[in-house]
Nanobody, 125 residues
């Protein structure tokens, strides 16, 4: 079972990027999937999450209104559309999946049992 994150890059402030997270090895199901990020010198932080059905999403306050999380279950892929990017969004972005079923706390990293390798996002001022 693997999660492959892609789509990172270098962009100017105010620009946009779309990250993808493709799951392979099995058909995923469970609670949901999420994005986290780790900026240089900082701890990993929650960015956004989506339940498996796609009808509920959650966002960190710092990205609300600028980022949109979505998923295509037919393609086993999750996306993060990032608009109005700021230099403080610079980080390695990780996707994660919680394949268990039960009460879910999507903002808590230990909730997730599969993680991708990360993709670098750099926003220049």
């Amino acid at each position: 079972v693997q999660l492959q994150a892609s789509g990172g890059g270098l962009v100017q402030a105010g620009g946009s990027l779309r990250l993808s997270c493709a799951a392979s090895g099995r058909t995923f199901s469970g609670n949901g999937m999420g994005w986290f990020r780790r900026a240089p010198g900082k701890e990993r932080e929650f960015v956004a999450a989506i339940v498996w059905s796609g009808d509920y999403t959650d966002y960190a306050d710092s990205v609300k209104g600028r980022f949109t999380i979505s998923r295509d279950n037919a393609k086993n892929t999750m996306y993060l559309q990032m608009n109005s990017l700021k230099p403080e969004d610079t980080a390695i972005y990780y996707c994660a999946a919680d394949t268990r079923v039960g009460t879910w706390y999507p903002r808590r990293a230990p909730e997730y049992d599969y993680w991708g390798q990360g993709t670098q996002v750099t926003v220049s001022s």
